[in-house]
Structures are given as structure tokens and as C-alpha cells.
């Protein structure tokens, strides 16, 4: 069984009592340390290596932000705090996720659940199947979409925009050639500088319009390769 190595940093003992009471309920994840200030924390993660990350933003000596920006090689980080005006920091460290105080269990178990999750996709540790999602930032955490829900990516200059069936779209901080790269070449296929769908989502192609369910996008012509070969084996 997978076993994350975390460590909690908190300036406040009741909130590392109830960060630890709730670790503890994990198998999957190991508490190897906790630190009431940021300095010991720090000294810490540069002699040893952990996993997860659990930390405060606002103590008084040194910032939970400003920790995890002097980190070499950062852990997956989960940042537990009062105070919502830092969720956009959080967002550009790349934070899994930002949970509020007081801590509710359940938005706790949803945050390390999906630590538990990327940690496996990560390290290719799925029980020997395939993880068939993607992981992405949007509104300032990491959201894991399952593959078979995505119906096309728009790209919208530096964000893009997934279009996910029978759920709100979901917008990133992305270019469209890097999510490519992280789609399954049989899957998805790019048809425009402004589009990729998901293959087994077209309806038909006509006049260099690709039908889905919900949208009709057009085919540059660069790549009218992909839709030869679709038409011939339809």
C-alpha cells in the first residue's frame, strides 16, 4: 500500500492536534513530524525528503508562502489557513489544496484523497491500471478530470478552456500543446490552432466541421490528415 510521508506546520498547537487527529485516520498517509514554527519546519524539509505537506500561510516568523517558495524540491503542499486572500499564491506555488480554518473533516478527507490520488498518478502507482485523468489547477486547487468526460479544449491565448460533459467547463492556466502532451495520443486528437477533441466523441465531419453533442468546430487545414483517416474507417 502507498504511504505518504507528511509533515504538518502550524503555529497553532490545537490546529496541529486536529491536523494529526485527522491524518491518523489515513493509512495511506504517515505523520513523521510536526513543527509549531516555520523556522523548524524548514530546517527539516532541507535535511529530509516527505511527501505531503500540510502548512499554515500566516505565522509570525516566517510565511507558509514563503517556506514553500525557498524549497529546492517542493512535496505535494495542502495550505491550511484563516485567511482566503491568499488562495491566488497558493495558486501559483501550484498548491493541491487550500483549506479553510476552522478545519472540517470532510473537506479535509477531500483534500487528502486527492493527494492520495495525484500522489499515485504521479508515481504511476495505480494497482497496475491506468489512471484515465487529468490533473489541472482551476480556482486556485488541483481538480482531477476522468479522461471519458471530455468532450473538446478550446484554447483561449494563455488559458484553456475544457469542455467536460454534463458538468461546468473548467478553465486553466495552460497552453493547448501542453495539455496535448499530457492526453493519450488515440484519445485526442488537436483539428485547429484552437481545438482538440476527444475521438470517440465525433458525431460526423463535414465541409471541415467537426459535429459533437454540444458544439460544431471547425478543422484548420493543416490538419485534415486526422480527418481522412477518420472518415476511412467510418
Not at 117 to 124: L, P, T
Not at 189 to 199: E, G, K, L, Y
Not at 221 to 234: A, C, H, T
Request: a neutral charge.
Amino acid at each position: 500500500m502507498t504511504r505518504l510521508k507528511c509533515i504538518a506546520i502550524d503555529d497553532e498547537p490545537l490546529a496541529l492536534k486536529l491536523i494529526a487527529r485527522y491524518v491518523h485516520q489515513f493509512p495511506e498517509l504517515q505523520l513523521v513530524q510536526t513543527f509549531e514554527d516555520a523556522i523548524s519546519g524548514a530546517e527539516y524539509l532541507k535535511q529530509g525528503t516527505i511527501d505531503l505537506l500540510f502548512i499554515d500561510i500566516n505565522m509570525p516568523d516566517v510565511s507558509g508562502l514563503e517556506l514553500v517558495r525557498s524549497l529546492d524540491k517542493k512535496p505535494l503542499i495542502i495550505f491550511i489557513t484563516a485567511y482566503r486572500n491568499f488562495a491566488y499564491e497558493g495558486f501559483e506555488l501550484e498548491a493541491l489544496d487550500y483549506i479553510l480554518k476552522p478545519i472540517d473533516a470532510k473537506r479535509f478527507a477531500k483534500a487528502v484523497d486527492k493527494a492520495i490520488d495525484y500522489y499515485k498518478f504521479k508515481n504511476n502507482d495505480a494497482g497496475g491500471k491506468t489512471d484515465n485523468s487529468l490533473y489541472v489547477y482551476s480556482e486556485y486547487r488541483m481538480v482531477k478530470i476522468n479522461l471519458d468526460d471530455i468532450e473538446y479544449i478550446e484554447s483561449m491565448e494563455d488559458y484553456i478552456k475544457i469542455h467536460v460533459h454534463n458538468a461546468k467547463t473548467i478553465l486553466t492556466l495552460m497552453p493547448l500543446k501542453k495539455v496535448l502532451e499530457k492526453l493519450p495520443a488515440d484519445k485526442f486528437q488537436r483539428i485547429h490552432r484552437s481545438f482538440i477533441v476527444a475521438v470517440d466523441k465525433i458525431k460526423s465531419i463535414h465541409n471541415r466541421k467537426v459535429q459533437l453533442a454540444h458544439a460544431e468546430l471547425p478543422v484548420s487545414e493543416s490538419y485534415m490528415d486526422f480527418v481522412r483517416k477518420w472518415m476511412k474507417f467510418k
